[in-house]
């Protein structure tokens, strides 16, 4: 997440967890507001959303194929691109 912080204008970053789950917004890889509660769900897991920079975004459009080729690696890990260029809102599910 560090990475993806730092190359990013902002993250939020949200952790769900069996006994508690919390969400932290940060700007350019620096955190800009505490560890926000967030309400149980019966679900675990991580979730980020970010806006890459902007010379990220002119220079590369991310795809689909990208995303699942770069984590095949990892079995266990479950990524989705959710691309929102279309300005709709969406939560982690």
Known sequence: MSVVAALSEWLIHTNRRLNGSWSQRYEHSVPVSDLMPVEADGTTGTCVH??????????????????????????????????????????CP
């Open 50 to 91: 970010f806006l890459p920079s902007e010379a990220l975004r002119s220079e590369w459009a991310l795809t689909e194929s990208d995303v699942a080729r770069w984590s095949e690696q990892w079995p266990d890990l479950t990524t989705r691109l959710d691309d929102r260029r279309d300005g709709r809102s969406r939560s």
